[in-house]
């Protein structure tokens, strides 16, 4: 009988030993399923048993399923919304990348959530965050189906083939794409290496040691997005460098209101028209036509909006519209051209998930900006406050991105902004602490 105990307990000890390893090998896990749920496979719909399977180890070893959020109930509206759409979409194997995509992006943002309860787990995910960053860009140095606009740019950019054709990309990936992700990457790097810079060295000691890795990060950020020649995307890094600033120093604010209301009105004297269409030229006239960049846009965004008054609560389908409107809403646009989405995130997501997922987007939005808004306004530890600027920063450049192109919900690079919405939950949670306890 005791012979029989003891072999019980042992059982028990190497059972629980299994599932908190699994449990906190979570993003290890993530990291494996990725391949199989962001790319065209014929195990993608088995794979995404393993987010379930994640979260009941978690409620069996924690208690919960995930660490509960602020951000809650819009992210449970969003998943609803999700399933709501499923009865509007044309092929559910149409809309499964981009169904399946969402979801692991969701069980991101509760992992990267897990993580940053501490001030050494916030270190540990930003630091998880831009090295995933810089693989990711430096790989798409060579796999990115160059844009070419400027000059120079574009006899560099020539230099650079698509040296692999990865399932769902096999053109290379897209430069327009590429550049909304690094302003989610671009101003973090660049906070954090700055706060490295000026800040006391007792206020930061942990990241001076990395302070080259962060300037060489952010460099490597600034001169891919530069070479995207993605106009949107350069106008989102103004604004997010503007909106870091003003954050930064209340003296810069005055600075960064007179270029804006200077900017406003050359743009007045010049003409609206004449400055959309440079800033946001993307496309030849081979696919456009006689319409003007702008005008390509403006004849994609009134086919989005019919096609959200036709389908307000369901969406039509998560991924849908680059199909649909082509039946629905034809447009004056080369039929060669792939319109992936509807150059606007906001539009995009009303598309995909109807009103009320859209207003479940925005929460998230809003929420994260207040969170960051507090952080600012009341951290006492001076890294948080830098960080909170960074990941403020990251917000404001990929909104205004988003007004003029997009990076659909459940497309391949969409985690890095969830990841972001876990940070500003950090950061919120910490900007009381002193620094002391990394526990």
């Not at 509960?68 to 499964?96: G, H, I, K, N």
């Not at 692999?164 to 992700?181: H, K, T």
């Not at 696919?287 to 086919?303: I, K, P, T």
């Not at 479940?360 to 890294?383: E, S």
């Amino acid at each position: 009988m005791a012979h029989r105990f003891c072999s019980d307990e042992t059982e028990r000890r190497v059972l629980s030993l299994w599932r908190a390893g699994i449990v906190n090998l979570t993003p290890l896990w993530l990291l494996i399923l990725a391949p199989f749920l962001l790319f065209p496979g014929p195990i993608r719909a088995l794979a995404l048993l393993g987010l379930p399977f994640l979260w009941m180890l978690n409620k069996w070893e924690r208690g919960y399923f995930v660490r509960r959020a602020p951000f809650d109930w819009p992210v449970l509206l969003m998943l609803l919304m999700m399933l709501v759409s499923l009865y509007a979409t044309f092929s559910l194997e149409f809309s499964l990348p981009k169904i399946s995509g969402l979801l692991f992006h969701i069980a991101i943002f509760y992992a990267a959530l897990e993580t940053v309860k501490n001030r050494s787990g916030v270190y540990r995910s930003v630091a998880l965050y831009l090295t995933l960053g810089a693989g990711i860009t430096a790989f798409s140095l060579a796999n990115t189906q160059w844009l070419f606009k400027v000059p120079f740019l574009k006899d560099l950019a020539a230099r650079l083939p698509v040296l692999l054709s990865l399932p769902g990309a096999e053109g290379g990936f897209s430069p327009n794409q590429l550049a909304g992700v690094l302003l989610v990457l671009l101003p973090v790097s660049f906070s954090l290496a700055l706060f490295a810079a000026v800040g006391h060295r007792n206020e930061g000691d942990s990241i001076f040691r990395f302070r080259w890795l962060l300037w060489g990060a952010a460099l490597l950020f600034l001169l891919t997005l530069i070479l995207t020649q993605s106009r949107g995307g350069w106008i989102g890094a103004i604004a997010g460098a503007a909106t870091m600033a003003a954050l930064w120093d209340k003296r810069l604010r005055w600075v960064v209101g007179a270029g804006t209301l200077a900017a406003i009105a050359g743009a007045s004297l010049v003409g609206w028209e004449t400055v959309g269409n440079l800033l946001v030229s993307d496309t030849t006239e081979a696919m456009v036509g006689n319409l003007g960049s702008l005008g390509f846009r403006q004849e994609v965004w009134r086919a989005a909006l019919w096609g959200v008054s036709d389908f307000p609560f369901t969406g039509m389908g998560m991924g849908t519209f680059r199909e649909v409107s082509r039946v629905l809403y034809p447009m004056n646009v080369a039929p060669s051209y792939d319109i992936a989405h509807a150059h606007n995130q906001f539009l995009q997501t009303a598309l995909d998930l109807g009103i009320p997922g859209l207003v479940a987007y925005i929460a998230l939005w809003l929420g994260g900006g207040y969170l960051l808004w507090q952080t600012i306004v009341q951290a006492t530890d001076p890294l948080m406050r830098a960080l909170a600027i960074g990941v403020s920063g990251a917000f404001a450049g990929f909104a205004v991105y988003g007004l003029s192109d997009a990076v659909a919900l459940g497309s391949k690079p969409g985690f890095f902004w969830w990841w972001l919405l876990a940070l500003s939950v950090g950061v919120y949670q910490l900007r009381l602490e002193t620094g002391a306890n990394d526990d």
